[in-house]
């Protein structure tokens, strides 16, 4: 297992069609975390995963977003009807089981809306 | 709401000398601290952590130091190499919940 994983790395999407991206996580990670970055901005929290369970969702997640992580390992994030201030960078991270522990980051997705 | 600050969006440094990146926060819950790096292009990459039991986290060139009663962070590097320009992210996570709160970052510039 080489770390996190997401595809595609980048998308180009005309405004008002749906996208879907897809994290891979550590095998042995439990908990999975969905970010937005937009440029000069940290990391800004989407969602939070612990196995299959959808734990925590920020108000930044509009009800176009939605994100599923169905058998407790890949997880997918979906835009529905994007908009162009959905362009930005989504980070998925994944973390141990257990405690304090850091966060491994995949390279993101970056979605561009035209 | 902002809950983990770096109010510096900017740093530059001469190679070999000291970097120190500063952080606040504002939630008393958050009891684990994170850096990560992140290079154009990348993902955020880990780089030290520190928890709230600690005053002090010590790998290599890289010191985190925290103030938990001015719920305030640092990270020092030294000596400062030019591999080392890159945004540097503050995080911090609470004991009963999960999620991580980045700060905006610093970009670090470390000239020769």
């Known amino acids: 297992d080489t770390g996190v994983s997401q595809n595609p790395r980048h998308k180009i999407t005309k405004r008002g069609q749906n996208v879907t991206f897809r994290c891979d996580p550590i095998?042995?990670?439990?908990?999975l975390y969905w970010y937005r970055q937009t440029l000069g901005q940290g990391p800004e929290f989407l969602t939070y995963?612990?196995?299959?369970?959808?734990?925590?969702k920020s108000r930044l997640l509009s009800d176009r977003f939605s994100a599923e992580r169905p058998k407790g390992s890949f997880s997918t994030l979906e835009i529905q009807r994007t908009e162009q201030g959905d362009s930005a960078m989504y980070l998925c991270?994944?973390?141990?089981?257990?405690?304090?522990?850091?966060?491994?980051f995949g390279q993101g997705t970056r979605l561009t809306v035209v | 709401d902002q809950q983990v600050k770096q109010n510096s969006p900017s740093l530059s440094v001469q190679e070999g000398r000291i970097s120190i990146l500063n952080c606040d926060y504002t939630?008393?819950?958050?009891?684990?601290f994170l850096w990560y790096k992140k290079y154009p292009a990348e993902g955020p990459t880990f780089l030290i952590s520190?928890?709230?039991?600690?005053d002090k986290n010590e790998d290599g060139r890289f010191t985190v130091f925290l103030n938990k009663s001015a719920k305030h962070l640092s990270l020092h590097i030294v000596p400062s190499q030019p591999g080392d320009s890159a945004v540097y992210f503050c995080?911090?996570?609470?004991?009963?919940?999960?999620?991580?709160?980045f700060g905006a970052g610093t970009r670090l510039t470390v000239k020769p």
């Open positions: 995963f612990q196995n299959e369970a959808q734990l925590e």
């Open positions: 520190i928890s709230s039991i600690k």
């Open positions: 939630n008393s819950m958050f009891d684990y």
């Open positions: 991270a994944s973390r141990g089981r257990t405690g304090n522990t850091e966060a491994f």
């Open positions: 095998s042995e990670h439990n908990r």
């Open positions: 995080a911090a996570s609470p004991l009963r919940n999960n999620d991580m709160r």
